[in-house]
């Protein structure tokens, strides 16, 4: 029987007799004294077999390799000072083997090095194909580790603090639009119909508010047939909560509360509370984006009032047109940044454009004045350039990027370009933590495609209580948790009057037959008493992926997908044989290209 695992034999032990099983991380032979690291999920500790001392172990471990699965049984004693290792939990210890026992070899050469004293850098699509192996070594068995220990302390906080109850929702539901596409799935007991798998579990949590549940949550599992980035997946995890009875300020303090509770577990920092918050309209006007980073400063400043009657028509068409002129003064920019790479062919003109704008105006500063040939500064009045000056804070050394048009445009860009360079010019603390609320977003944005509004967040979000005149233009009551930048988690009020709800569904271009035929269980249930109520949901790999320090959600994912949506392990998806298809009723359309053929 195991008595310890590998990381927890400590001092304490020292004399005692335990029995280990893992795998040999390395071995290495001094002088006829083997020594081999022992791995397991909790650590390494070190194993040793001298032909004097353990003479019944030293033949097996002289055979033994990297990767073999082994059992070992000996006497825990402790290290000679020169070998002590305080970067190990066990390094004070080491155990000396009277039984080696080999449970499995390794048959086939590795396709990389296992060993935590290994550094070689591994393709990602070779760590993906061989999993099984990467989450062995100590990079990705310490990712899941901690997230292990962030769903942990979300369930401690939530069940034993909060008296939230876990509800499992169906996986097999019906289609219903949110706004990505739907996995389907054909029935085969209904022929001709088709179940969707979840994008998230809305519906059926403000079910169980109508049923009386009160406070539910759930780890549950999500899916969306969208086009991927480092931070999405097709199938995740999200931490779903719903709430009756709490007002919006109520709801967000629990979350506060909750966040912080998770950030002490896993980090062991105090996160000041309350946390910022920051309306939409602020957001997007002083940082061009909804989730802003705010480690460090470069703020956007809007002078399109400023510009709107310059003799340089990009800014004042800019304006006329309906536009915007906005400012990312950017301190220090004269020296880091060159006119090359601003105008074409530059990188910063490149990230511009990718953002949609036809080109960057610039100014530079020095001698406390605009020191800039052009039409710029031509087309400014001295008035003008002063005030310039002083709303952007320019000082000798600032370099002032424009960006001039559709407001969209214009707030991408700069966005963008704010995120660039305060990369480059290493602005961005790395120790620092900051989290804050988004709340106030529009209800509708403008779907140019389909020449329709679509909800911002989902159609279930409720108005703000002073813009119901007109829920076009009405704020909604939502709500987005910000953290370094990255969304990490949104959620909002509910509508929970069918007469408002039908009013969503028909802003959005939706009959009162094409929603009841989507949601009619949903009015329906609106009818038996329904409580005001509330919730959020978290990105539980996004959450990870941050708190551990991965650029790729993949890393916080045991069996991710890549960014073709393929599973390179067991290579997924693949085909299926035709027997199935035909008792599924369905057919293929597919076509393959030549290059596929």
Not at 76 to 94: A, D, F, H, I, Y
Not at 233 to 256: A, G, R, V
Not at 262 to 290: N, S, W
Not at 325 to 346: C, E, F, T, Y
């Amino acid at each position: 029987m195991r008595t310890h695992y590998c990381g927890q034999v400590q001092a304490e032990h020292i004399g005692k007799t335990v029995t280990l099983f893992g795998w040999v991380d390395r071995r290495r032979d001094h002088g006829g004294v083997v020594f081999v690291d022992l791995r397991d999920r909790t650590g390494i500790v070190q194993i040793v077999s001298d032909p004097e001392r353990t003479p019944d172990s030293y033949t097996s471990a002289e055979h033994l390799r990297n990767e073999y699965v082994v059992r070992i049984t000996g006497r825990v004693s402790q290290r000679p000072p020169e070998s002590l290792n305080p970067k190990l939990p066990t390094g004070e210890v080491e155990i000396y083997a009277d039984e080696i026992v080999l449970l499995n070899a390794v048959r086939k050469q590795l396709p990389f090095q296992v060993s935590t004293a290994d550094t070689e850098s591994v393709r990602e699509d070779l760590r993906l194909r061989y999993r099984y192996l990467d989450l062995r070594r100590e990079r990705m068995a310490s990712n899941l580790q901690t997230r292990h220990q962030i769903i942990k302390s979300i369930r401690r906080f939530l069940e034993d603090q909060e008296g939230f109850v876990e509800v499992e929702t169906p996986i097999l539901t019906r289609s219903t639009p949110e706004g990505a596409r739907d996995y389907l799935v054909p029935s085969r007991a209904n022929p001709g119909e088709w179940f969707a798998l979840p994008q998230s579990p809305q519906l059926f949590k403000q079910l169980l508010m109508v049923s009386g549940l009160d406070r539910y949550y759930q780890i549950a599992r999500c899916f969306r047939d969208e086009d991927l980035r480092a931070d999405r997946q097709p199938e995740f995890t999200q931490l779903d909560m719903e709430m009756s009875f709490m007002s919006q300020d109520e709801i967000l303090s629990l979350n506060e509360a909750l966040v912080a509770h998770i950030f002490k577990a896993i980090k062991g920092v105090d996160l000041p509370l309350p946390l910022p918050r920051l309306t939409y309209a602020e957001a997007m006007e002083r940082y061009g984006c909804d989730k802003p980073d705010t480690r460090y400063g470069l703020e956007l400043v809007n002078v399109s009032d400023l510009v709107k009657d310059s003799g340089f028509k990009v800014f004042s068409g800019a304006v006329a047109d309906g536009g915007t002129v906005k400012v990312l003064p950017i301190p220090g920019g004269n020296d880091a940044i060159s006119n090359v790479r601003i105008k074409p062919g530059g990188d910063l003109f490149k990230i511009a454009a990718e953002a949609g704008a036809k080109g960057l105006a610039y100014i530079r500063v020095r001698d406390g004045s605009i020191d800039t040939i052009g039409a710029i500064k031509d087309n400014l009045s001295e008035a003008q350039k002063q005030e310039l000056l002083e709303r952007t804070g320019a000082a000798d050394g600032h370099l002032l990027l424009f960006g001039a048009g559709p407001t969209d445009t214009v707030n991408a860009t700069l966005d963008r370009l704010r995120q660039a360079i305060a990369k480059e010019l290493n602005l961005i603390p790395p120790d620092q933590l900051n989290l804050l609320w988004i709340t106030d977003f529009p209800m509708f944005e403008w779907n140019e495609d389909e020449k329709r509004l679509e909800a911002l967040h989902h159609p279930f979000t409720a108005p703000h209580p002073d813009d119901t005149a007109d829920l076009k233009t009405a704020r909604a009551q939502a709500y987005d948790l910000v953290f370094n930048g990255y969304e990490l988690g949104g959620g909002s009020l509910r509508i929970y009057q069918p007469e408002i709800q039908q009013q969503v569904f028909e802003a959005i271009g939706l009959t009162t037959e094409e929603a009841h035929d989507k949601f009619g269980f949903l009015l329906e249930a609106f009818e038996y008493g329904t409580p005001p109520h509330g919730g959020i949901a978290y990105g539980i790999d996004r959450l990870v992926m941050l708190l551990v320090g991965e650029e790729s959600i993949r890393d916080a994912i045991a069996f991710p997908k890549t960014q073709q949506a393929r599973c390179l392990l067991t290579n997924a998806p693949s085909g299926v044989d035709l027997k199935q298809l035909k008792e599924l009723h369905v057919a293929s359309t597919y076509e393959p290209k030549e290059k596929d053929a």
